[in-house]
């Protein structure tokens, strides 16, 4: 009789041992809120465990966006699922970036926990190479870190010739440097009895010099 009993014990000893050791397979939880891979969890004999919250701005908030193991993996029952679950990004305010180098921008963006979406290179009149231009977003806006800001870059000035305007009449010459992309600088004036009133005695810089686009082109004109 107590044979028989140690022999049913044993035997109820192994059942539970290999219970135990039973294995079921990670279930699929990426995406999924706390609750429903906790229900789905419990229903393979499974513990889930909340490793980390961690900014996310792909996934939606509350929402789990890593697993370990892996879905398919095996498992005993009792054993634990590690999971991240996405936190909103914090606000951040953009700083101002406009007359700093491109490069200096982006580490300012960077710090500002910000990133550079896109750089796009323009002339401009006065601002070197390299130069920030313009950002998409202006200086003291809140957004959500990790959104791009694209910055306008100066490639130089557009190199433009000058063209002859000595010999032509004020309004003429204005209109002359007007659409080569030049305009009308210092204006002062002369006499020379042996030009027409109102006519260019002189420019400076000198026809066929180049200048960047926008600049001025300084003109002597004959007094009246």
């Known amino acids: 009789m107590v044979a028989a009993l140690v022999a049913l014990g044993v035997s109820y000893a192994s059942i539970h041992a290999e219970l135990f050791r039973r294995s079921v397979d990670v279930p699929t939880l990426l995406g999924s809120t706390v609750d429903t891979a906790r229900s789905a969890l419990d229903q393979s004999g499974l513990l889930l465990v909340v490793a980390e919250d961690r900014e996310d701005t792909a996934t939606p908030p509350g929402q789990i966006l890593a697993q370990r193991p892996l879905p398919g993996s095996k498992l005993h029952v009792g054993e634990p699922v ?4 996405a936190r909103a ?23 500002a926990r910000l990133t550079v979406s896109g750089v796009v290179e323009q002339p401009h009149p006065t601002l070197g190479v390299g130069m920030v231009i313009a950002q998409s977003l202006a ?18 000035a557009e190199a433009i010739t000058v063209p002859a305007v000595t010999g032509k009449s004020l309004s003429k010459a204005r209109d002359l440097l007007t659409q080569a992309g030049l305009t009308v600088g210092q ?30 082109v300084d003109l002597v004109v004959n007094s009246d």
Do not use: Y
């Open 82 to 85: 590690n999971v991240v679950i």
């Open 89 to 111: 990004p914090a606000v951040v305010k953009v700083p101002g970036v406009v007359g700093q180098l491109v490069g200096e921008a982006r580490v300012r963006l960077e710090k």
């Open 187 to 216: 204006i002062r004036h002369a006499s020379d009895d042996d030009r027409s009133p109102g006519v260019v005695l002189e420019q400076k810089p000198a026809a066929s010099q180049t200048l960047g686009k926008g600049m001025p």
């Open 139 to 156: 200086e003291g806006t809140e957004v959500r870190a990790g959104t791009g800001v694209e910055l306008k870059v100066s490639k130089g």
